[in-house]
């Protein structure tokens, strides 16, 4: 078994340059209603034979193209929409590797370990294993895996699963090698036809083809660097907008030369906003961007914060989530509110935690006023922030400031120098972090504490899981600072409206998509494109849909330059 599945990967460890036609058209094999979460209106999008003006208005010099392994959540998800939910509930994908705050990045520029590869065969088998359990999802796609189908029922398997799977059609090889390898496992289970099914199934999911996505392009001769093309494209935009593979609708329009003009990526793009999926790749992206994936698992001290528990992390998560959701989908609202708004969304356990009144609502969430006493705005008022940007028995306002540094501002802090010592003493009794900080004043690292410090005193009225509190150690607390560029503040709510209005922030948060989204760190050649987005982001009131929308059709998104 596992001489042939070798010798099938290496077989299929192609980039994806094989094209193919347009395939046979088959009925789609996700779980979920496509109307309910990215059906495209294909009559609506532009002619496929438009030959009007394709030219960008801004030139850029693109990253290089390339491939990046699928993220867990997109693995996950990709199996639901083909296989169904028993089993996306069976694949267990190896874990991501984030490289400067992305697993995107780290999917790029990190190669797969041996354990990593011997996670995806196991992921792989389990997977397989349960789509002939139950084969209601595969069934549609396939109607002949319900019944003893044979050579030929191999064959429809290959072709329709190894075309959703690898987002292209299949070559004749290929599809030989899968049905090869498909009436080997039906001998060696002594004639059972789901034998061989399971045998092809682990194949496809273990192929570089499924595993990877491809972006190489095509020349344009014209612009001198390499366009998506339109198949490429129906797969970047299914990934950055919805966070998984895409449907085969969206396959049979990249393949029919659907998505090559500027309004075709639009009207698709728009469409797929407006979709009820969209919701959920953009909480991935916000997920990652906030740490608010890491609540659940993080370790408070029980001494001395007993409300703790991972069921209170679950609750901060979900306000965050509700919060986002809010503002992004329902309001369609200008993105610096995120940062300087006066309410949030609470339920009885998080009122009790933030010290205010209960909505009386138990653990369902209502929108609530931020108490003007606590000086609350915001994303960082809220319990998801400081909990996650915290030590377990103490604040950290040097973790606090630099997310707003890099991760807000996108000002990068350099680590300290190698020979310093980075951990803080003990701090006396009747001294106060913020005192016993700067108390602790190293000559080498004071520029770029000048920088941070500060930020993080702006939230020292909120403990370690975020309540509201007047004295740390017996000392009453200053939330007051400066910091070169950003202002002067008197408090958290000072800061928040400093930070939401300064200019950095909103091209930050483009900077961060193509981080998070696209899997690499924006270069100076892309900064023209990145000035042409916040211009629009601006004249569009900072709308997050819009944004996502002008991303799509930006030259950053639809061009690579030639591979490393």
Not at 6 to 24: H, K, Q
Not at 119 to 133: C, D, F, K, N, P
Not at 201 to 206: E, G, T, V
Request: glycine fraction near 8%; charged fraction near 25%.
């Amino acid at each position: 078994r596992a001489t042939a599945t070798l010798s099938l990967l290496l077989a299929f460890g192609s980039t994806g340059c094989n094209r193919g036609g347009g395939g046979d058209d088959g009925a789609d094999g996700g779980t979920e209603s496509a109307s309910d979460t990215d059906a495209i209106e294909t009559d609506s999008v532009g002619d496929t034979a438009d030959t009007g003006d394709d030219g960008f208005d801004v030139d850029i010099v693109p990253a290089p193209g390339g491939m990046r392994r699928l993220l867990a959540t997109e693995y996950v998800d990709s199996i639901e929409l083909m296989l169904g939910q028993s089993a996306a509930q069976a694949a267990r994908p190896a874990p991501d590797s984030s490289r400067r705050h992305f697993v995107a990045i780290g999917a790029q520029e990190t190669s797969l370990a041996a354990e990593a590869i011997e996670q995806y065969e196991r992921s792989a088998t389990a997977i397989a294993e349960a789509t002939v359990e139950d084969k209601t999802t595969l069934a549609q796609l396939v109607p002949c895996v319900t019944g003893n189908g044979g050579q030929a029922c191999y064959e429809e398997v290959a072709t329709e699963l190894g075309r959703f799977a690898f987002r292209r059609s299949l070559s004749g090889e290929e599809v030989t090698a899968l049905v090869d390898l498909a009436l080997d496992g039906q001998a060696w289970g002594e004639g059972d036809f789901d034998a061989g099914l399971k045998y092809m199934l682990m194949a496809i999911l273990q192929a570089p083809s499924f595993l990877y996505i491809m972006e190489i392009g095509e020349p344009d001769d014209d612009l001198g660097f390499r366009r998506l093309t339109s198949l490429e494209m129906a797969s970047r935009l299914s990934f950055f907008l919805l966070g998984r593979t895409p449907t085969l609708e969206m396959l049979d329009l990249g393949e029919s030369g659907g998505l090559e003009t500027t309004t075709q990526i639009r009207d698709v793009a728009e469409q797929m906003v407006a979709a009820t999926r969209a919701r959920v790749g953009l909480q991935k992206f916000t997920d990652e961007l906030f740490n608010l994936q890491r609540l659940e698992d993080m370790n408070k001290s029980p001494d001395l914060f007993p409300l703790y528990s991972p069921e209170l992390a679950r609750f901060m998560r979900e306000e965050t989530r509700l919060f986002i959701e809010d503002l992004v989908w329902d309001e369609d609202g200008d993105a610096r509110r995120l940062l300087d708004a006066t309410y949030t969304f609470v339920n009885d356990p998080l009122a009790e935690l933030y010290g205010i009144a209960p909505p009386g609502t138990g653990q369902d969430f209502a929108r609530t006023a931020w108490p003007a006493e606590q000086a609350r705005r915001g994303l960082l008022a809220q319990a998801s922030f400081l909990t996650s940007q915290s030590n377990p028995n103490r604040n950290s306002p040097i973790k606090r400031g630099i997310f707003v540094q890099e991760v807000l501002l996108c000002n990068p802090i350099p680590p300290p120098p190698p020979e310093v010592m980075a951990e803080l003493p003990d701090i006396p009794e009747d001294t106060s972090l913020r005192e016993a900080l700067e108390l602790h004043n190293v000559p080498e690292c004071a520029a770029c504490h000048a920088m941070v410090d500060p930020i993080g005193f702006a939230f020292e009225f909120y403990d370690a899981i975020g309540r509201y509190r007047t004295l740390d150690n017996g000392v009453p607390i200053d939330a007051s600072g400066n910091v070169e560029g950003i202002g002067a503040w008197q408090d958290a709510a000072g800061l928040a409206t400093l930070v939401a209005q300064d200019p950095r922030t909103m091209t930050c948060l483009i900077r961060n998509m193509i981080r998070g989204q696209l899997g690499h760190i924006d270069t100076p050649g892309e900064a023209p494109g990145i000035a042409a987005l916040d211009t629009e982001f601006a004249d569009s009131g900072y709308s997050i849909k819009n944004l996502l929308v002008e991303m799509a059709v930006s030259p950053i998104f639809r061009l690579v330059d030639e591979p490393k």
